[in-house]
């Protein structure tokens, strides 16, 4: 059997990772990988409901319970996707993982930064990905791509401020070691090809 990898694609809202997570799934199946396409927070039918909360611009939210809302999404997906897609051999890519929340609510929110990988380690049962990629985009691509498609959950329509903080911080965990940085200001197709250049070494 195959080994199974995770990978990850990170960035801000809008930074490209739903369209290159379906690019990247449709050359894994071409090399003969079985693939399954995920998303945080959800991924499963809990924590589907868990996304709901969280993304419900009717929410009122505490920073620490903002927290605990994706870190409780991330363990039920772990637990009952992640986990036995990788066993089983499958490719798994998930749009946000672990990086999400430190850049969200530890940057964003000013939560405490260890606190947020305590929780992210006990969330994912200290599961790490093989490969997380943090699409990094200009401000100004960011500004275009809202005009085309204005925000609408929650976490969109957070202040300039705030959404700034993360784009920094994205920028940041981008040098992490184990991280790796794509420019993602370049055409689709551009993109593609670094991700895919990344991840062919985890196929060898
Ligand atoms: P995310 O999943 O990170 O929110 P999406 O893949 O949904 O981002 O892309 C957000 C928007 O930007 C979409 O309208 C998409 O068509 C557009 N887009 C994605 N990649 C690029 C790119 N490289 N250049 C220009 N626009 C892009």
Redesign the pocket.
Same mark, same amino acid.
């Given at each position: 059997m195959k080994r199974g990898i995770f990978i990850v694609?990170e960035?801000?809202? $809008?930074?490209?990772?739903?369209? %290159?997570?379906g690019l990247l799934k449709a050359w894994l199946e071409e090399r003969g990988r079985e693939v399954l396409v995920t998303r945080e927070p959800g991924g499963t039918s809990v924590a589907e409901k868990v996304r709901e909360i969280l993304l419900d611009p009717k929410s009122e939210i505490a920073p620490l319970t903002e927290l605990f809302l994706y870190e409780t999404s991330r363990a039920q997906h772990t637990a009952e996707k992640i986990l036995p897609a990788l066993k089983a051999g499958k490719v798994i890519i998930s749009?946000r993982y672990t990086l999400s929340t430190t850049a969200y609510q530890g940057y964003g929110r000013g939560l405490d930064l260890k606190t947020v990988e305590t929780l992210n380690r006990i969330a994912t049962l200290n599961l790490k990905p093989h490969l997380t990629i943090v699409?990094d985009?200009p401000d100004k691509?960011f500004v %275009?791509?809202e005009k085309?498609?204005p925000g609408r959950d929650r976490m969109e329509r957070q202040s300039d401020l705030f959404r700034r903080r993360v784009n920094r911080a994205y920028k940041l965990l981008a040098r992490r070691p184990g991280v790796t940085r794509v420019d993602?200001? $370049?055409?689709?197709g551009?993109?593609q090809n670094d991700i895919r250049a990344s991840v062919a070494k985890l196929l060898r």
């Open positions: 694609l960035g801000p809202d $809008r930074s490209g990772k739903s369209t %290159q997570a749009d699409l985009i691509a %275009q791509r085309t498609r993602g200001g $370049r055409s689709v551009e993109i």
